[in-house]
């Protein structure tokens, strides 16, 4: 076990969760709250179960029934209700249509779109108090609710014996990112989050709690794993879990190091030749960023490699090559998030950060395109100080098991994509002009990284999307006929409509 500490690392090894992406947007209110919201929402009628609190600004609660991860287009509320029970989740869905009240549901807080800051003095739906954690170890199962993050169920898994794919930081639902569909280190061997699900209970715009599976609402079921947040809101999900004696024990061997951007473009070229695609069971994370100290940019690296210490130097002897300073441990399982990347956890989860992101798949790795990438944000770097908390983050990870899914099975479109580009600005709220700075450059390098993603136009998957992008780039054109169908049939009031809206018609 190490407990190593670099200089600095990644301002986010994490990034969205959707889950917080339901909301209710009907088009008589145009993102705005008519209703007296205190009113029915105290009104005695509503008969709340006792473990369930609404809250109001200036309420303790309330401050953390509405926190979100980033404040990037965040939305506003006048009130929040923290349900209990099932039949109150219920019971808001039903307020919301028949009042015309705009809300979105909450767990995590780390759902992104640019749409979020059109909800405006609405009702937050916090999904925090169904954080329970089960695992049936018979049936080799996870079921956990909204309210249950990754951090949550790292060490009660590997206790019991177990492992599953999650994503890299510690702080987002489990929901949320599976119904997004949940990308990860083990995408290689294991597939999507949304690949492990095998049941959720969902709460749809009619306000009746539904049953989802292959049997049960297979239209439904097919639809909430890549665009959940469209359907309703799900109050709990069981997951299919792999045994840690199936993979070394649920050791795995850990690589982190950093170089100086003078050797950025021969680090880079390494990993295109020998890692292009990336082995099923080696996940890599670079970061490039600024080092405050010695006032330069840099390459953070963190490489996880499940398997054997030997079978790992083997799999990374390009990398070792390098010579570079290199920190390397055995970890277990449920260790490397709070290890990996010199356990810059905490820092990664802060809450209320404007973090304003520009994000791509990508199918090849391009040493050219990231270097690129590089010599942009370090300009950026060098001409806006407020901004060095900033980075390009690269996630780079096998897909073996997620292309052998059949692309029918689920909704989400991309199970040929081997990594992730995101150029992540960070900054104070307060700061307008690297705010607007960030923007530009942002833009700018979505736009230069694009042609060297191996997509023939820029896609992204929708829990990294900004919001910004044509549709059929986020959800796939392919999938839209149907996803719209099931639209119209499910929520033709349209009342989840924040969370990366889909349309109820298409073409």
């Known amino acids: 076990m190490v407990n190593a500490k670099f200089s600095t690392w990644a301002s986010a090894l994490c990034f969205l969760s959707l889950y917080g992406g339901a909301a209710a947007h009907p088009a008589a209110t145009n ?234 473009l021969e680090y880079f070229k390494v990993i295109e030749k020998h890692y292009s695609p990336m082995p099923a069971n080696l996940a890599a994370v670079l970061v490039l960023n600024w080092n405050s100290t010695l006032n330069v940019s840099q390459v953070g690296s963190d490489w996880i490699f499940f398997g054997t210490e030997a079978d790992a130097r083997k799999a990374l002897a390009p990398i070792l090559a390098l010579g570079a300073q290199y920190i390397s441990a055995t970890i277990p399982w449920n260790k490397i998030i709070a290890i990996s990347g010199a356990g810059y956890d905490p820092e990664n989860c802060l809450p209320n950060k404007p973090r304003n992101s520009f994000s791509l798949n990508q199918k090849v790795y391009s040493a050219v395109g990231w270097q690129q990438g590089f010599e942009t944000i370090t300009d950026f770097f060098e001409k806006n100080p407020g901004g060095r908390a900033s980075q390009i983050m690269l996630e780079l990870f096998g897909n073996q098991a997620t292309a052998a899914v059949p692309a029918s099975e689920t909704c989400w479109p991309w199970r040929d994509v081997r990594g992730f580009f995101q150029a992540q600005f960070v900054y104070e709220a307060t700061d307008s002009a690297t705010q607007q700075a960030a923007n530009t450059y942002g833009a700018k390098i979505r736009s230069q ?59």
Not at 60 to 65: D, E, G, I, K, L
Not at 467 to 493: C, M, T, W
Request: glycine share 10%; hydrophobic share 40%; with cysteine.
């Open 449 to 507: 990284y694009a042609p060297y993603t191996g997509y023939s136009k820029p896609t992204v998957f929708v829990n990294y999307a900004r919001g910004d992008e044509p549709i059929e780039n986020v959800f796939g054109a392919d999938k839209l006929p149907r996803l719209a169908q099931l639209k119209h049939k499910y929520d033709p009031s349209n009342l989840f409509a924040y969370g990366h809206p889909l349309p109820q018609s298409y073409p």
């Open 31 to 264: 993102g705005a709250c008519k209703a007296d919201l205190k009113g029915l929402l105290t009104d005695p009628a509503r008969h709340w179960a006792v473990n369930t609190t609404v809250s109001f600004p200036g309420d303790a609660a309330f401050a953390n029934a509405t926190e979100r991860w980033s404040i990037f287009s965040a939305p506003t509320y006048s009130a929040a209700v923290s349900p209990g029970t099932e039949e109150d989740v219920s019971k808001v869905i039903n307020l919301a249509r028949t009042y015309g009240i705009p809300f979105m549901a909450r767990s995590g807080g780390h759902g992104y779109a640019a749409s979020f800051g059109k909800l405006q003095n609405g009702l937050s739906l916090d999904m925090s108090k169904f954080n329970t954690v089960k695992i049936d170890s018979a049936a080799k199962t996870l079921t956990v609710g909204p309210g249950a993050r990754y951090r949550d169920i790292f060490d009660p898994l590997y206790n019991a014996g177990f492992y599953i794919q999650t994503g890299s930081c510690s702080c987002p639902s489990v929901i949320g990112v599976a119904i997004g569909g949940g990308v990860g280190r083990l995408m290689g061997e294991l597939g999507l989050t949304a690949d492990a699900l095998q049941s959720v209970r969902l709460v749809g715009a009619d306000g009746i709690a539904k049953t989802l599976s292959a049997t049960s609402y297979p239209d439904l079921w097919w639809a909430i794993r890549g665009a959940g947040a469209n359907f309703g809101v799900i109050t709990s999900a069981t997951f299919k879990v792999q045994t840690l004696a199936s993979n070394n024990n649920g050791n795995v061997f850990m690589l982190d190091f950093y170089l100086p951007k003078e050797r950025s």
